[in-house]
């Protein structure tokens, strides 16, 4: 493999997740006493009817950086406001940072700009509906804001903006397995290309005439996309774990000429309650993104700006997320995580994420 030391500290994040979740066997009469390894956070199982340990508590929802982690009765109904803020200051080759003006050169590409910030906010609409008790459908429309700050090889600067629709996600949800402690979901998900592709400005023209903007100040991919995913959780009466496979797969190419790269997200998480109705949570995400494929759009010049190149668009972050979740009297829920990168090797260079924060409120009926 190319990046073996994100496969390395991916393994340890979640190397002892297997015996974690195998190490919960029954206890038989004899009253022989087994080995609980989250004995310090846990009391002992107790079974209840109607979703036993699972029912009316904070932590049945993943973080608030993740989706796809839960379904809904029959005839339940859930509304969920989701923002998410990303940014982004300063340039990385590989693992290495770089200053602005060794970014310009240190590919050995003569760049005539670089990137030397950007903002993201995502304002996301999430609705969910039990169809059965087994299966709950989903869809959320997204509106997304960018911000780029540039700086050309003369020193001078500009800025770039795009905001709109980004692609609409939409599937279904399947509880493939279910007791009064643990769940099992798959996630059957797409996404729409309702985001642009064709954004532009007048703001990198010293003439102000208009241009491409590049790839990642884009709203959308361009193509539909397989959103496949599988999330397993258990409980215990005052703790959580969780563990998640979530993908974006693109399918065919886009009438600019490229694909966005495929993405695959790994997460482990545990969740600690606080009384009743909060608890606390922390997280682990490896997140692997592929270059883009394809000839490239034919309006974007790859020796420009590295965001011109479908080639320098790929990598591997290892983020570390630490949030909470207040539940209401009402059963409504407020979900808020800060997500921090600890380790990143990007495929030429680009901009490194600093942090991520991401709040929603939900309230099913």
């Known amino acids: 493999m190319k990046r073996i030391s994100s496969w390395i500290l991916t393994a340890l994040a979640i190397g002892g997740l297997p015996a974690t979740i195998l190490a919960h066997p029954i206890a038989d009469d004899t009253n022989e006493e087994l080995y609980a390894p989250m004995e310090p956070f846990a009391s002992s199982y107790v079974a209840h009817d109607h979703g036993g340990i699972k029912e009316n508590r904070p932590d049945t929802h993943a973080p608030a950086g993740l989706m796809g982690d839960h379904v809904h009765h029959q005839g339940e109904w859930m509304v969920e406001y989701k923002f998410q803020k990303m940014f982004m200051d300063g340039n990385r080759y590989g693992t290495q940072q770089v200053s602005d003006v060794e970014a310009l050169d240190v590919t050995g590409i003569p760049f005539m700009a670089t990137p030397t910030r950007m903002d993201m906010n995502m304002h996301m609409l999430h609705i969910m509906y039990g169809a059965t008790d087994n299966v709950t459908l989903y869809f959320m429309p997204m509106w997304m804001e960018l911000t780029m700050d540039i700086m050309r090889r003369n020193g001078t600067t500009f800025s770039t903006y795009n905001d709109g629709f980004s692609d609409l996600r939409f599937g279904a949800l399947f509880l493939l397995y279910d007791t009064d402690s643990s769940d099992l979901i798959f996630n059957f998900g797409m996404s729409a290309p309702t985001g642009s592709i064709h954004g532009t400005t007048t703001s990198a023209s010293p003439v102000g005439a208009e241009t491409q903007m590049p790839y990642p100040m884009q709203l959308g991919s361009g193509t539909f996309n397989f959103r496949p995913g599988i999330t397993y959780k258990k409980y215990w009466e005052m703790a959580s774990m969780g563990v998640q496979l979530q993908t974006n797969l693109p399918v065919g190419e886009n009438y600019r000429n490229y694909t966005v790269g ?36 034919p309006q974007l010049n790859p020796n420009m700006i590295s965001t011109a190149r479908t080639d320098m668009r790929g990598g591997f972050w290892f983020n570390l997320g630490f949030g909470g979740i207040y539940q209401f009297c009402d059963g409504s829920r407020l979900n808020v995580e800060l997500v921090r990168p600890v380790y990143q090797d990007l495929d030429g260079v680009q901009l490194e994420t600093d942090f991520q924060l991401f709040a929603s409120w939900s309230k099913a009926w």
């Open 262 to 297: 495929n993405e695959y997200q790994l997460n482990w998480w545990f969740a600690r309650r606080v009384g009743e109705r909060a608890s606390l949570s922390f997280r682990t995400e490896g997140l692997w993104r592929d270059n883009y494929g394809g000839a490239g759009d």
